[in-house]
């Protein structure tokens, strides 16, 4: 079974450009997740998707970040501006469902760094 | 709060025993998760516990649960340098969604 697929794998930027992560999660997953790892922290859940829709979004910094998951299968997070403080490496994660105990699988991450 | 809480650093002699430990403050967890980081990786499950049981045996993974404490351990009996990695814990609690809070990690280092 293949795995959760990103792209790229590492991108570099000046602040105030924009750029765009796309992820493809295993096939079958009706949930998707978006994460921000910054260097020396946990992961931290910016955007769930159920099929192609927004479960919950609390944490996505709105004003810079979007996300969409239009078919319910890929999915693109984007940002624009960037800032120094995005630098981060931003992971994908799907699982089967959105049950309690449904196991997120990840994928190798983009590592962003921003300029 | 949602807050998970791990020490930054571990080092082990190979074939020791290692022992990872993670404090968590919300009581709503349902399952508590264990994954591993290798440098340039995404994250690898490596075990999980249901809220309600106190231990879980997988190999060489022994976890524990300690609901009153909030605290939550990995042990990882011989341990090898091909263990040496960042580990995660992480809680599912239900807000709103079912959604996942991880720890800061621990660097497990492994010396030969």
């Known amino acids: 079974e293949a795995g959760v697929a990103q792209s790229p794998r590492y991108k570099i930027i000046e602040k105030r450009q924009s750029v765009a992560f796309w992820c493809n999660p295993i096939?079958?997953?009706?949930?998707l997740y978006w994460y921000q790892q910054i260097l020396g922290q946990g992961p931290k859940l910016l955007i769930q998707?159920?099929?192609?829709?927004?479960?919950?979004d609390s944490q996505l910094p709105k004003d810079r970040f979007s996300a969409e998951r239009l078919k319910g299968v890929d999915s693109t997070l984007k940002i624009q501006p960037a800032k120094l403080e995005d630098s981060a490496v931003y992971l994908c994660?799907?699982?089967?469902?959105?049950?309690?105990?449904?196991?997120?699988?990840f994928g190798p991450g983009t590592r962003l760094l921003v300029l | 709060g949602e807050d998970v809480e791990q020490s930054l650093f571990l080092s082990v002699r190979e074939g020791d025993s290692s022992v990872i430990n993670c404090t968590y403050t919300?009581?709503?967890?349902?399952?508590l998760y264990w994954y591993k980081q290798e440098p340039g990786a995404g994250l690898q499950l490596l075990t999980y516990?249901?809220?309600?049981?106190d231990m879980k045996q997988d190999q060489r993974l022994t976890v524990l649960l300690n609901k009153k404490d909030k605290h939550l351990s990995l042990r990882i009996a011989d341990t090898q340098t091909g263990d040496s990695a960042i580990y995660f814990c992480?809680?599912?609690?239900?807000?709103?969604?079912?959604?996942?809070?991880f720890g800061t990690g621990t660097r497990l280092k492994v010396l030969a």
């Open positions: 994660a799907s699982s089967v469902g959105l049950a309690p105990g449904e196991t997120q699988y």
């Open positions: 096939s079958g997953h009706a949930t």
């Open positions: 998707f159920q099929n192609n829709g927004v479960v919950d």
């Open positions: 919300d009581s709503s967890s349902t399952y």
């Open positions: 516990i249901f809220s309600n049981m």
């Open positions: 992480a809680e599912s609690i239900r807000s709103g969604t079912y959604k996942y809070i």
